[in-house]
């Protein structure tokens, strides 16, 4: 598999802000965009502003019933969001 965006994570280093590189914690070859960012980034417990949204709109208009949320929501939401909200129901149980 050799071409411009298959790049094992052997290959990759990542320069932090102190000068000293580091390669991935993950795999990047076949990985998503969003996970090699978060670990580049370092953006792995940041809130997302559709989290907040979602939270907001279930405390509104289901009464924090997520399961409701869940059927009403799923062929509106994209997977993170019903990913994101399937996480709340098991953290609620």
């Known amino acids: 598999l050799k071409g411009k965006w298959t790049i094992q994570s052997d290959y990759i280093h990542i320069l932090e802000e102190n000068c000293e590189s580091r390669q991935p914690d993950i ?9 090699i960012t978060a670990d580049v980034f370092g953006d792995k417990v940041t809130e997302k502003p559709y989290q907040e949204m979602i939270d907001q ?7 924090n019933n997520i399961d409701k949320a869940i059927d009403e929501l799923s062929d509106e939401l994209g997977s993170k969001a019903i990913s994101y909200l399937y996480a709340k129901k098991q953290k609620k149980q």
């Open 57 to 63: 709109i279930i405390e509104s208009k289901y009464s």
């Open 27 to 35: 795999e990047t070859l076949g990985n998503s965009l969003e996970r």
